[in-house]
């Protein structure tokens, strides 16, 4: 179980932890619940794993973990009549949080994401400023974008976000990124910025105007921001509100 956590899988725990007389499994029987709907182990087959499966599902969906009362006479008909309880907790991968740049925003940023459950990654090309910065918790990355770019695994759950010194090294990461399934992809920058990378990759062929609508730029959410710090506020707080989907880019 703990082999799967790790390897970033997805699924629900879900763990007897109370029961009242006749019942399949005694307190401490375990099970996991995938996406798919697939198990490992059991709770104690039969009407109350099917019911368990899809109460687990329903908590994977929320996200939010239970502890659910089964009368197996009552609630499933089951002949041997005894109840039990089942704590369901979600054990949800967490989501990838590329940062181009390690200059004082991106720094800013990857302190700041660290509270909020991003499996964080800084990179950067510059050797000085990838060994200055240490932040446990956060890997960082050095060497050429283009070399770097190949290994990195993009997908549904990653979040991308690109600051780096010069605009052209920033417009040749956001044609890759671009290219890549993602949750959310922002490019830092200047309005005029912002509004001379998109007739470029349209003129360009890099991008359609469609694509390029699912990029936040200028990335974050607009407070008025004022220096790293509080730039990088605006950016968590953009990336905060696409990961509980209360708003989408």
């Not at 307190?27 to 794993?49: C, H, N, Q, W």
């Not at 008909?77 to 967490?94: A, F, T, V």
């Not at 390690?102 to 700041?112: E, K, S, V």
């Not at 360009?204 to 990029?215: I, Y």
Request: glycine residues 10%.
């Amino acid at each position: 179980m703990v082999a799967d956590k790790q390897q970033g899988l997805e699924f629900v725990l879900c763990i007897v932890t109370q029961t009242r007389g006749s019942v399949p499994r005694a307190p401490g029987a375990k099970m996991l619940v995938y996406r798919d709907g697939s198990i490992f182990g059991t709770i104690g087959g039969g009407r109350i794993e099917k019911k368990v499966i899809e109460d687990a599902l329903l908590a994977m969906q929320n996200n939010t973990p239970a502890t659910l009362h089964y009368d197996l006479l009552k609630h499933l008909g089951m002949s041997c009549g005894g109840s039990l309880d089942i704590y369901l907790e979600p054990i949800m991968k967490k989501r990838k949080l590329y940062i181009f740049g390690a200059g004082h925003t991106g720094i800013a940023l990857a302190r700041l994401a660290g509270g909020f459950d991003f499996d964080i990654t800084v990179i950067d090309d510059r050797k000085e400023y990838i060994d200055a910065f240490q932040q446990p918790g956060v890997a960082k990355i050095g060497g050429d974008f283009q070399d770097i770019l190949p290994g990195l695994v993009f997908d549904e759950h990653t979040f991308v976000t690109i600051m780096t010194y010069t605009h052209s090294i920033d417009r040749e990461l956001l044609a890759w990124c671009i290219r890549q399934p993602r949750a959310y992809l922002g490019m830092m920058g200047s309005r005029r910025k912002v509004e001379m990378t998109r007739k470029m990759f349209v003129e360009e062929g890099k991008a359609t105007e469609s694509e390029l609508q699912t990029v936040d730029m200028p990335m974050g959410i607009e407070i008025g921001a004022d220096g790293p710090d509080e730039i990088a506020v605006s950016i968590i707080a953009r990336l905060i509100s696409v990961k509980n989907k209360s708003h989408h880019i």
